[in-house]
């Protein structure tokens, strides 16, 4: 092997492990966000959220569904 190749194949794995490191830390990204998305749609059922006035109003305050969603 020449010195050619061995740059190009150096190339290829660093451009993979750059890849690789981006993509798990994007996902445990996402997963934060999902996590968090989650802990904010559980959350206690008012009558408000049952009657039309009270789903107008929640809706208006920006309260009646997470903005992750």
Same mark, same amino acid.
């Given at each position: 092997?020449?010195?050619?190749?061995?740059?190009?194949?150096?190339?290829?794995?660093?451009?993979?492990? !750059?890849?690789?490191?981006? &993509?798990?830390? +994007? =996902?445990?990204? $996402?997963?934060?966000?999902?996590? /968090?998305?989650?802990?904010?749609?559980?959350?206690?059922?008012?009558?408000?959220?049952? !009657?039309?006035?009270?789903? &107008?109003?929640? +809706? =208006?305050?920006? $309260?009646?569904?997470?903005?992750? /969603?």
């Amino acid at each position: 092997m020449d010195k050619k190749d061995i740059y190009i194949w150096s190339g290829i794995v660093v451009i993979l492990v !750059t890849l690789t490191a981006f &993509l798990v830390v +994007n =996902s445990q990204a $996402q997963m934060k966000q999902q996590l /968090l998305c989650q802990s904010l749609r559980i959350r206690p059922l008012t009558d408000k959220f049952f !009657t039309w006035s009270g789903i &107008l109003e929640l +809706n =208006s305050k920006g $309260q009646y569904q997470p903005k992750c /969603l």
